[in-house]
């Protein structure tokens, strides 16, 4: 496994500090962020989960606890839409140059509006996908939403 990643290579041009966290990623597992939490000793609402989403057909980020499901209704309110939906696999990882399951919400190809969970701020370290399947980065929740440009609110379900 490779320790550098569009995320990383991001973060440290951005001067952001993050600590490594590789875990043995699961393909089978029935839902990943919970698995890596579970793997690594965490909480699971400290682990936080990427998805690609479209808001009004339009391709957005949102950065949730891997133990909660998006509010795909307070997601399109917090970005000014009408409706949000989750997008497909293949457009994600086409879109993000990651693999799903591997999605960072730093270094993707392309800069989308992003919106991150607000209990993010509970945590003195929150880890979040590092660019590849196995790859968790530690980093404080200011410095991830800086990074990320996201909007801090409440997400979830």
Do not use: H, W
């Amino acid at each position: 496994m490779s320790k550098t990643t569009p995320a990383t290579v991001a973060l440290t041009k951005a001067g952001v500090a993050f600590a490594l966290f590789p875990y043995d990623y699961d393909p089978d597992a029935p839902r990943v962020g919970l698995q890596a939490a579970e793997a690594l000793g965490v909480a699971p609402e400290q682990v936080f989960k990427t998805l690609m989403v479209l808001v009004d057909g339009a391709p957005a980020c949102v950065i949730v606890p891997s133990d909660c499901e998006v509010s795909m209704k307070k997601l399109a309110a917090v970005l000014g839409a009408k409706s949000a939906q989750m997008m497909k696999p293949a457009d994600a990882e086409r879109l993000t140059g990651y693999k799903v399951g591997g999605v960072s919400p730093f270094g993707q190809r392309k800069a989308v509006p992003t919106a991150m969970d607000e209990t993010a701020i509970l945590f003195d370290q929150v880890l979040i996908n590092g660019g590849q399947r196995g790859l968790l980065l530690g980093l404080a929740p200011e410095d991830a939403r800086r990074a990320a440009k996201a909007v801090l609110a409440d997400l979830t379900a």
